[in-house]
Every structure is written in C-alpha cells, then in structure tokens.
C-alpha cells in the first residue's frame, strides 16, 4: 500500500509534468525556464485554459476578458470586511470569499475558471487593505495581471521591474503535476460539481502549513541568521538539533528544483535594478553555507535549494510580508487549479480511490432495548438500557 497515495497514477494531463530525476518541468509542452521568465501571465492563462499560446489578437481579447472580471460582488466586498474586523487569517479571507464569486451567475465552467483567476489579486488585495486600516484600492483595466496584483495591495503603479519579478513568478507556480491542492479541486470537479467550489476546496488544502507554508520558515530562518558571519553557527545548530532547514531538499526532485533557478534568475534581475541588494547578499551568503554543510552532514542525500527559498527572497524584495506569501502562490496557482478542473470535467470520470481498513473486526452490538424516561429531576430526558 502506498502511503500519502505517492507513486499512485490519478489522474492524466497535458498541463505540467515533474520530472523529479532529472530535475525538469514542463508547463503545457514549454521548459518552465523557457515559458516563465518571458511570457506574460495572460500568455500562459490562455495557454493553460485553451491548449496553446494566443495569437496577438487573441492574447489582447483575453486580457481585455481578464480585465473586465476583476471587480469583486458586494458581497464578497463585505465578508472581506467583517473577515479583517476579527483579523481573519489571509488564507481564511480568501476561502471565505471564492464562493461569493458566483453569486448571480449562471454557471458555466470556463467563464467560472476566467472570474477567479481575475478575481483573486482584487480578493487578496482588498482583504490585506481592510486588515490595515485602508480602503480598497479601484479597479484598473490598464495594467497587466502581475502589476495588478500589486497595486491591488499598494495603491501604487509598481515598476516594470518590479512587475516582472513577480509575472515570472506567478507564471512558475501555476501548475506542478498533482499537488495536493490541485488533486482536491479534481476530486471536487470529479463529481460535476462547480468551478468555484472546487477552487475553494483547493484554497482549503493550500491553507495547510504541509502544503503552503514553507517560504515564511525559509525567510525567517535567513532573517534570523542576520549576517553572514553567523551563518555557519546558526546553520550547524539547527543541524546538530535535527531540525530541517526549510528551502532545502524536496519531495519530488531528488536534484534541484528547477523553479529555484527561474526564480534565482527573477531575483538576480530584480536585486539588480538599483534595490537595496544586502538582504539579497545575505541570503545567497546562507544558501551557500547551507548546502555544504547539508552535503557534509548527508553526503547520500541531495538537498538542493528549492522554490521555497527563493520565494521567500523574490517576494520579500517585492515587499510582500510572509503572511502574504501563500496568498500570493494562490493568486498563481489558481490558474492551475482551474486549468485541471476544466481538464477532469472533459474527462468525465468520478476520482474514487480505494482505502484499506485496519480497524477492528466482528465486535458485537449489545441490543438491548432503550428505554427513554420523560425526565430526570432537572428536566432532561434521560435514556436507560433496560
């Protein structure tokens, strides 16, 4: 039996594809080092929801569609604002409001999947804006996606260097084989149930610190070491402890993650437009401390940098906090959530796996009848065992 389902087939695709030996993943056809440092979001939605790249002219229609949903209900305006009243959790907020985006619409899988990637940057946005105090910025149609996103937050037009930072991030996350976010959107879809509730069926499985949470760690394990003096110190204790240091070493790539190298590049780029570079200076100065001393502790084992690091180093850059991050990989990754939703419906297949039971067997039931009293003495109905 195969625990955690690993090395069990469920499911086929023509989105992504992890090649964890050799290192190597493959977005809708394209090396992800090839589409994500160099396609604009909308390329790869298009890509992703239809099957190939657009042209020019299909590429400005589908922008323009992109753009006109990115106005949020009412509705889910409100459940944004009482969620920051009581100072909801980011992931919470944004499972709370999915839902929402279907209110007074009819159905319809594609439309659905084109409302919520459109919707999210406006959904993160607005939320983070309530939990500070501020109003949520107003809906630009001029601005691609990634930027977007981030005036959605700010209330400021970003740079363009700062607004390819993040479409190359966005565009490297979007989709990763048959994560556990993305196999609970296709088990939800499975049963023909809607779009947008498989989403938040997948937004909930993200919410999980098993799934989504390990950029925060990596981030506050560099900021802790503070300098790269203390880098060997810090690093050999947390060893000597046992501990795992999180953006190293991955499940599925036993060499290393290729996302790290897209978004090492992101971050080269960025920390080279004329930004403050020390943070970035230290965290290159920790990872190379890390990874000889994990090759002196585990020389049987390759514990390379993963996307966790370098996520947590792109995105601090950007300015992002760490609760901010994995809302952030949603605003991507429902792209490939909604993607293999529309993929698991043309499949037309119930995902209903077996399990195995290790329970006890042949206990017996004691059948006495039960008799029910009117009440005891303080007024309750009781039940005896004749």
């Not at 890509?47 to 400005?60: I, N, S």
């Not at 363009?160 to 930072?165: D, G, K, T, V």
Request: with cysteine; glycine share 8%; charged share 25%.
């Amino acid at each position: 039996m195969m625990q955690g389902l690993e090395g069990v087939v469920a499911a086929r695709t023509r989105l992504s594809h992890v090649d964890g030996e050799a290192g190597r993943l493959t977005l809708a056809g394209y090396a992800a080092e090839e589409l994500a440092p160099h396609a604009g979001f909308e390329e790869v939605a298009y890509l992703f929801l239809h099957g190939r790249l657009p042209e020019p002219a299909e590429r400005t229609a589908f922008a323009r569609e992109l753009t006109g949903r990115r106005t949020l209900p009412r509705a889910a305006i409100e459940v944004l604002r009482e969620a920051a009243a009581v100072n909801a959790p980011p992931m919470d907020a944004l499972r709370m409001a999915v839902p929402i985006l279907s209110l007074g619409r009819a159905e319809n899988p594609l439309d659905d999947a084109i409302a919520a990637i459109a919707a999210f940057p406006a959904v993160v946005g607005a939320y983070w804006r309530f939990r500070h105090g501020e109003s949520p910025v107003p809906i630009r149609c001029d601005l691609p996606h990634a930027a977007h996103y981030l005036h959605q937050l700010s209330g400021a037009e970003p740079s363009p260097e700062r607004s390819r930072a993040l479409e190359t991030y966005l565009n490297t996350i979007c989709d990763h084989g048959l994560n556990a976010s993305t196999f609970a959107a296709r088990v939800i879809i499975s049963t023909q149930s809607d779009v947008l509730s498989a989403i938040t069926g997948a937004v909930g499985a993200l919410k999980g610190p098993l799934h989504g949470g390990a950029p925060g760690p990596a981030l506050q394990m560099v900021v802790e070491i503070g300098s790269p003096e203390r880098a060997e110190t810090v690093i050999r204790a947390k060893l000597d402890r046992g501990e795992r240091l999180m953006g190293f070493g991955h499940r599925i790539y036993k060499v290393r993650d290729p996302r790290a190298d897209i978004l090492a590049q992101a971050a080269e780029q960025f920390f080279s437009s004329g930004v403050d570079r020390r943070f970035y200076d230290l965290a290159r100065s920790v990872e190379a401390t890390a990874l000889r001393l994990l090759r002196a502790r585990k020389p049987d084992r390759r514990l390379d940098t993963n996307v966790e690091f370098y996520t947590a180093l792109l995105l601090h850059g950007l300015g992002l906090p760490p609760e901010l991050f994995t809302p952030t990989f949603a605003v991507g990754r429902v792209l490939g959530w909604s993607a293999h939703c529309l993929e698991q419906l043309r499949e037309g297949r119930l995902i209903r796996p077996q399990s195995t039971y290790i329970g006890p067997m042949e206990l017996h039931y004691d059948r006495a009848p039960v008799r029910f009293d009117r009440s005891d003495s303080t007024g309750v109905c009781v039940s005896r065992r004749s």
